[in-house]
């Protein structure tokens, strides 16, 4: 069964600085998409960034850029130079080709301190 | 880009009553639509999935009976919770996605802003 891990339920750091997200996986499969989505406190998620696992080169979009490591089956959030408004949940997701069902880790709580 | 509008954003109902929770895909055709429930501080548990045209896919431990789901039109699903109870109280998620086996490109799993239904 393909399961998706955050070790960090809960994160705070300090405006301008760099923080990075963990999330690990398991699957068999070898053709896959990996997210990293945003739920701030409205609620309304938000698709920060998309991973596909034929890719070698590593997603960036903006601040956002991920550490996509494939063997070790693990894929990494990098927020840079954090932004209030970057206070959410974020939860880390996973779904094979062809499949229907996106897997969600249990979230990682990130305050942004001003 | 794709836009899922999902109304209500809050409902309070009486127990015993049913809900209907609509969910739109405004700017694209959404062939599968999928619900989620979210309790407090947790993530999103997939309660079904829906493909138009045919029934739904219930995920187990989810009662079909009380959860109606609906997708009747390639822009449109609604949940339905029937003879809602307290314990039904909870924030309700749906998502809509185009063409089936693919998140490539423009197509992306597009969330609507959620429903939360409390139950008296």
């Known amino acids: 069964a393909q399961t998706v891990t955050q070790s960090q339920p809960e994160m705070s750091v300090q405006e301008a600085e760099t923080v990075t997200l963990s999330c690990t996986y398991d699957?068999?499969?070898?053709?896959?998409?990996l997210f990293w989505y945003k739920q701030p406190p409205s609620r309304q998620m938000i698709l920060v960034i998309r991973?596909?696992?034929?890719?070698?080169q590593n997603a960036t979009e903006n601040r956002f850029s991920v550490n996509f490591q494939k063997a070790a089956k693990s894929f990494s959030l990098k927020i840079s130079d954090s932004q209030l408004g970057d206070t959410a949940m974020y939860f880390c997701a996973f779904v094979v080709f062809e499949d229907d069902k996106i897997i969600f880790g249990k979230g990682t709580r990130l305050h942004i301190l001003p | 880009g794709a836009v899922v509008s999902q109304h209500p954003s809050r409902v309070i109902c009486k127990s015993g009553t049913s809900v209907k929770i609509e969910c739109r895909s405004l700017?694209?055709?959404?062939?599968?639509m999928f619900w989620y429930r979210q309790f407090p501080k947790q993530s999103l548990m997939l309660m079904a999935t829906s493909n138009e045209g045919s029934k739904a896919t219930y995920e187990q431990g989810v009662e079909k009976d009380k959860f109606l789901i609906n997708h009747a039109s390639l822009t449109l699903s609604t949940l339905t919770v029937t003879s809602a109870h307290p314990e039904d109280s909870s924030f309700y998620i749906c998502?809509?996605?185009?063409?089936?086996?693919?998140?490539?490109?423009?197509?992306?799993?597009?969330f609507g802003a959620g429903s939360r239904l409390t139950v008296l």
């Open positions: 699957t068999s499969e070898n053709n896959y998409y």
């Open positions: 998502s809509a996605r185009g063409a089936r086996g693919t998140y490539s490109g423009a197509n992306v799993l597009t």
């Open positions: 700017d694209f055709q959404a062939t599968t």
């Open positions: 991973q596909e696992a034929y890719k070698q």
